[in-house]
């Protein structure tokens, strides 16, 4: 039983652990302009921008940029269509208005 025991705190032990590296490792803005960049969008800057501001103000979160821009990737159609996507939904945090409705 005491093994048990010792086997279960080891294993808490590094869940707790684990968890806090996961804490620690939260997605900054940078890795959001990485991800912009290599999409070679012609307005990449003016979409950073926007982020900036909604990250700032707590409407948009870096790691949802980050989720959202690594799924444009990955999706079809032109880079034209995906730079729109990403215009709008800065446009609209420029105007303040909320991300989430989008």
Do not use: C
């Not at 900054?28 to 999409?39: F, I």
């Not at 799924?71 to 034209?80: I, M, P, W, Y």
Request: cysteine-free.
């Amino acid at each position: 039983m005491k093994h048990v025991i010792k086997g279960f705190l080891i294993v808490l032990m590094w869940g707790a652990v684990l968890n806090g590296g996961v804490i620690l490792a939260a997605t900054s803005p940078a890795e959001v302009n990485q991800a912009l960049a290599a999409l070679s969008l012609m307005n990449a800057e003016e979409i950073m921008q926007a982020f900036e501001i909604g990250f700032s103000q707590g409407s948009l979160y870096p790691e949802e940029a980050l989720h959202l821009v690594k799924r444009l990737t990955v999706a079809e159609g032109s880079k034209a269509e995906k730079e729109e996507i990403l215009l709008t939904i800065a446009h609209a945090l420029e105007d303040d208005l909320p991300s989430l409705s989008l």
